[in-house]
């Protein structure tokens, strides 16, 4: 009778185990509150405007109409926009001791470019500002939003950025679920021809 590992084997069930528990939650759990969550946004254009929230981060308010007042920019920051161009963002001031708060402005073909505004009110659209994170933190949610305005009217020399909408709040929580089953058949595959391969440079079983 052929002899099977105890140790290892139980190290490939456990991890397996593991990894379908992470692909059910994916589909079971995250995937239904996500779809859930994005259809509230989907209303969230047609709903009145709100006042921009300074402190914290809402997520149920994206896409939402709103204004806030920059005392001044502080800073830019250029995002690129695709064929569109680059995305010049605001880092605003609101007060001495306000939290201020970011506002996308508009869009140029030149990076380069020095916008020229100067400040005031800002109307428009709430959105993610754009955040560069690893894939690891997409798939367990471990993200630091912050919200920004997208400016209706961009000032001279920037052309409007398109209206943020909820197509671009990615879904893949099903694609992370069938990764995770994907991930488990593999490891059962590959510790399959592990023991096929041992079993056969053992020769017969005595």
Excluded at 95 to 121: H, L, Q, T, V
Excluded at 127 to 139: G, T
Excluded at 145 to 168: F, K, N, Q, Y
Aim: net charge positive; with cysteine; aromatic share 10%.
């Amino acid at each position: 009778m052929k002899r099977v590992p105890i140790v290892a084997t139980l190290i490939v069930v456990l991890a397996v185990a593991a990894m379908i528990a992470l692909g059910c939650w994916q589909i079971v759990d995250r995937l239904p509150k996500k779809e859930a969550f994005l259809a509230q946004l989907a209303a969230n254009p047609s709903r009145p405007p709100v006042a921009f929230p300074t402190i914290g981060v809402d997520k149920s308010l994206l896409f939402r109409r709103t204004s806030a007042f920059c005392l001044e920019p502080t800073s830019w920051q250029t995002e690129g926009a695709g064929r569109f161009g680059w995305r010049f963002i605001a880092q605003c001031r609101t007060g001495a001791e306000g939290p201020g708060f970011a506002a996308e402005m508009g869009i140029s073909r030149d990076p380069n470019y020095k916008p020229i505004w100067k400040g005031g009110i800002v109307t428009g659209t709430i959105a993610l500002l754009p955040a560069h994170r690893s894939l690891i933190a997409n798939v367990f949610g471990k993200t630091a939003d912050t919200l920004m305005i997208v400016a209706d009217t961009p000032p001279p020399g920037l052309t409007r950025a398109p209206r943020p909408s909820v197509e671009s709040i990615p879904n893949n929580h099903l694609a992370y679920g069938v990764q995770w089953f994907l991930f488990a058949g593999i490891a059962l595959a590959i510790y399959a021809l592990a023991l096929r391969r041992r079993w056969r440079d053992d020769g017969p079983a005595a």
